[in-house]
């Protein structure tokens, strides 16, 4: 289970709309399991395919804290078929767009549909965490970040700032002298 490197903001490929999986092989398995790899190493407690840059609809969440056993949750295909009306506020993160953190008001409870890994179609009721931490990994299967819930004004800076990292990182040690923090 080899892991994968994590594609960082502004990667265009985090703007994809992922394709379904048409059927769950062993194949799929063993993406997930890298996955799970991935976003476990990281850390992070969710993880879609297309941050390791593999444009299919699959989800990896584990909500465990750190003192309790492992508990993951595979999503293949996920929809959001039902949101409540009430929301919650959370302080969000992503893996892709490191140490940077914004509240994001979303549904507090949601219905997702998915196949597990079994490819049996399966139903979850979330809600609190697990409801955010859903819809925040299947906006990223169509293209959207948790920033795109943000003023256009925080989401242009918090680009802005990417960008220029990824410029600075690619001028490599030219720009030594712009000491500026990565994130
Ligand atoms: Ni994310």
Same mark, same amino acid.
């Given at each position: 289970m080899p892991k994968r490197q994590i594609i960082k903001l502004p990667d265009p490929r985090l703007r994809v709309k992922s394709a379904p999986v048409a059927e769950v092989t #062993?194949?799929?398995?063993?993406?997930? #399991?890298?996955?799970?790899?991935?976003?476990?190493?990281?850390?992070?407690i969710g993880l879609a395919a297309i941050q390791i840059g593999v444009p299919r609809r699959l989800v990896v969440i584990d909500l465990a804290k750190d003192d309790e056993l492992r508990n993951p949750l595979f999503l293949i295909n996920p929809e959001i078929?039902?949101? !409540? #009306? #009430?929301?919650?506020?959370?302080?969000?993160g992503c893996l892709s767009?490191?140490?940077?953190?914004?509240?994001v008001e979303r549904p507090d409870r949601c219905r997702v549909r998915f196949l597990d890994r079994q490819?049996?179609?399966q139903e979850l009721d979330c809600e609190g965490l697990q409801a955010t931490c859903v819809q925040h990994e299947v906006d990223h299967t169509n293209g959207v970040l948790f920033i795109d819930h943000l003023s256009r004004l925080k989401r242009d800076r918090v680009? $802005? $700032?990417?960008? $220029?990292?990824?410029?600075r990182d690619s001028?490599? !040690?030219?720009?030594?002298?712009?000491?500026?923090?990565?994130?």
């Open positions: #062993d194949e799929m398995r063993a993406l997930l #399991d890298d996955m799970l790899e991935t976003m476990y190493a990281a850390p992070g078929v039902w949101t !409540s #009306d #009430d929301t919650r506020i959370h302080e969000e767009i490191p140490e940077y953190y914004a509240e490819g049996v179609a680009i $802005k $700032k990417f960008a $220029k990292a990824a410029r001028e490599g !040690s030219a720009a030594s002298d712009a000491a500026e923090p990565s994130a």
